[in-house]
């Protein structure tokens, strides 16, 4: 057995297929903070960067008192921001910490979306300086920092992290919930976008190409999938949108799996981010990808046979690639196939067979 612990403050029981509640330690302030926040309609007065900040530091907080009482175990592994104040007992505990992060660098992350809003005219809220600082100094504690993609990695080691200090294993998709349905086709050329709408998304870029290539409003369709942020309204208010822009909302999985086998291709042009799932979801749908070199999709696409990946704000090379299907209709079916075929080894289960490895190797060296 791995797992001694799992200590969450999310836990559900569609969550016990996964790990089993024995392992179990749920925090529930997050619950009751929420709900506090909504009841009273505090969310007018503190935004929610402030609300989730004392969110993850009550977390940290309670996890401390919680490892005084575990004895000695072999590997902790915490999210980045949530577990700082913990690491002297885990310290104490004899274990060796590694940190898990999902995104770049947060030197690098702050950097790349403050261009970006920079870039739109947005006042850039950036990173609260206390949560900066807890986070280089969990780096800095941190016997390994484990990573989702070169992508991510890289962006370490321009910040001066060690490569000694490195690790990396992709995420893995759900098998089961995508790609179990044959496609399906109206005769529109649909492209889907899947996520958060908004500018570290690069949604401004595909609205962009989108309304540069004018395709038959007919005969095509942009579909956006995920809930529409502010960063994104405030350029939405001077862009004159196409008529063939369907912006979906949220969704939950079994409804993004049938909108997958539904679309033709997937773009996601981010900015910035670790690893996107939805790159892999829809590879496991069967539809060929275009995404940039900021969503670490190199982890998963070989250019030209799954996909193609571009560079960041780049909305004239974005146009030319989505104009390449809609013009070589035969290619989507055989690039999707080999997206198919190629997502397979990227499951989680080989997920858990590789962090498993990884995380006996570091204890081998103890």
């Not at 060796?96 to 947005?122: A, D, N, P, R």
């Not at 809930?227 to 949108?241: E, R």
């Amino acid at each position: 057995m791995a797992l001694k612990k799992l200590y969450t403050g999310s836990y559900t029981n569609k969550d016990s297929d996964y790990v089993n509640q024995k392992f179990i330690e749920q925090n529930y302030y997050f619950d009751y903070l929420s709900d506090f926040f909504l009841k009273f309609r505090f969310y007018k007065f503190l935004n929610k960067s402030k609300l989730h900040t004392i969110k993850d530091n009550l977390f940290d907080y309670w996890l401390s008192k919680k490892i005084k009482k575990e004895g000695e175990f072999d590997i902790f592994v915490g999210w980045a921001n949530y577990f700082f104040n913990s690491i002297k007992q885990i310290k104490k505990a004899g274990a060796k910490v590694i940190i898990e992060c999902g995104s770049t660098h947060i030197l690098e992350q702050q950097k790349l979306l403050q261009e970006e809003y920079q870039k739109f005219g947005l006042n850039f809220s950036p990173i609260c300086k206390k949560n900066l600082e807890k986070v280089l100094a969990e780096y800095n504690v941190a016997d390994y920092i484990m990573t989702c993609s070169n992508f991510t990695y890289k962006s370490f080691l321009k910040h001066g992290i060690s490569a000694n200090k490195m690790l990396k294993v992709p995420y893995g998709v759900n098998l089961d919930i995508f790609g179990k349905k044959s496609k399906k086709s109206d005769g529109k050329f649909r492209v889907i976008c899947v996520g958060l709408m908004c500018l570290r998304k690069g949604i401004p870029y595909l609205l962009k190409a989108w309304k540069k290539l004018n395709l038959p409003e007919n005969k095509s369709e942009l579909l956006l999938v995920g809930n529409v942020q502010k960063d994104l309204k405030y350029f939405l208010k001077n862009f004159d949108l196409p008529g063939n822009v369907v912006f979906y909302g949220s969704t939950n999985r079994k409804s993004l799996a049938d909108l997958y086998i539904k679309s033709d291709i997937f773009v996601l042009p981010s900015i910035e981010e670790g690893l996107s799932m939805t790159i892999a979801e829809a590879m496991a749908s069967g539809l060929p990808i275009i995404c940039t070199t900021n969503t670490g999709g190199e982890e998963l696409i070989e250019e030209g046979k799954q996909g193609f990946i571009l560079p960041i704000r780049d909305s004239e090379f974005l146009a030319e690639k989505i104009l390449w299907f809609y013009e070589n209709k035969s290619f989507i079916q055989e690039m999707g196939m080999s997206a198919k075929k190629k997502i397979k080894n990227f499951s989680w289960d080989v997920y858990g067979q590789k962090i498993f490895d990884t995380y006996k190797k570091i204890i081998e060296k103890k």
